[in-house]
């Protein structure tokens, strides 16, 4: 259990300081770093699948090519997000994407809610509604690109339970990685800005923390149940807020707060509650 719980600590604090460093490289265009945060993660996959023989192509293309471009817009439309919002609520905002896939889980998967999780959703919901009410400052713009990426990434969850097991979990992000490296790397070209200085460094990082973000991740559901790990997860907006506040200066009232926590604490009960 400490392995696991070790594990999924270091999975929040790389997926951080990724978002952090995005948010400190907010001069750069968005789909260059959508490039950068792909091409280091597609070298590290591929290069797994072809040491270990497996197919890079693997066995439900159609699944797996839909769940690389919904993983792509989602990706994009969080990355564009950092420039309208700070980084902590940019990323908690991003965390109510579970809801959108239990919905769409009731639909596509014939998957049957608890009604006490449908009112962990409204606390979680309500939360938004808190957040953008009573902060006047707070982008609509940024608000509708993060809970769009959040929509997008419902549909990932989705995707990736329909994949199953028919398909080796590194394949699955291999195809993502690829097509936002590919998506990313062309539309950089015609709005190119040249890194200077610590942004090489910072650009080449945002794979390499996604990357060990995703595997130790990945370690860590495998180590212990679900129930037990998941809630972990939510450090990330803890680690991310700190970061943001010290870093960047970024100021949240207790209001501001208050929405934060109803968002996570929202979300976590389901988390428990689903599993029992």
Do not use: C
Not at 41 to 68: M, P
Request: proline share 3%; glycine share 8%; net charge positive.
């Amino acid at each position: 259990m400490r392995k696991a719980l070790l594990f999924m600590l270091i999975s929040t604090a790389s997926f951080s300081l990724m978002n952090v460093f995005i948010k400190y490289l907010d001069h750069i265009p968005g789909f260059q770093l959508v490039f950068f945060r792909s091409i280091t993660s597609f070298i590290f996959a591929t290069s797994y699948l072809l040491s270990n023989k497996i197919n890079v192509l693997g066995n439900q293309r159609k699944l797996l090519s839909l769940r690389a471009v919904a993983g792509l817009i989602s990706m994009s439309l969080f990355f564009f997000s950092f420039k309208y919002l700070s980084v902590g609520t940019a990323v908690s905002l991003r965390y109510i994407a579970p809801i959108f896939a239990a919905i769409f889980a009731v639909f596509v998967l014939k998957e049957k809610l608890k009604p006490i999780q449908w009112l962990f959703f409204f606390i979680a919901f309500s939360g938004v509604l808190i957040l953008k009410g009573f902060d006047s400052s707070m982008s609509n713009l940024g608000m509708t690109l993060v809970i769009t990426a959040s929509v997008f990434t419902g549909m990932v969850y989705i995707l990736i339970r329909k994949i199953g097991k028919g398909d080796h979990p590194v394949v699955v992000v291999n195809y993502f990685m690829f097509l936002s490296t590919v998506v990313g790397g062309s539309i950089s070209i015609f709005n190119w800005v040249s890194p200077q200085g610590w942004d090489w460094l910072l650009l080449t990082s945002l794979g390499v923390f996604g990357y060990f973000g995703q595997v130790y991740m990945t370690k860590a559901f495998q180590t212990a149940p679900t129930n037990v790990v998941a809630p972990i997860k939510y450090t990330e907006v803890v680690f991310t807020i700190g970061i943001g506040v010290f870093w960047f200066g970024d100021t949240y009232t207790l209001l501001s707060f208050l929405g934060l926590f109803l968002i996570i604490g929202g979300l976590v009960a389901n988390t428990l509650v689903k599993k029992d």
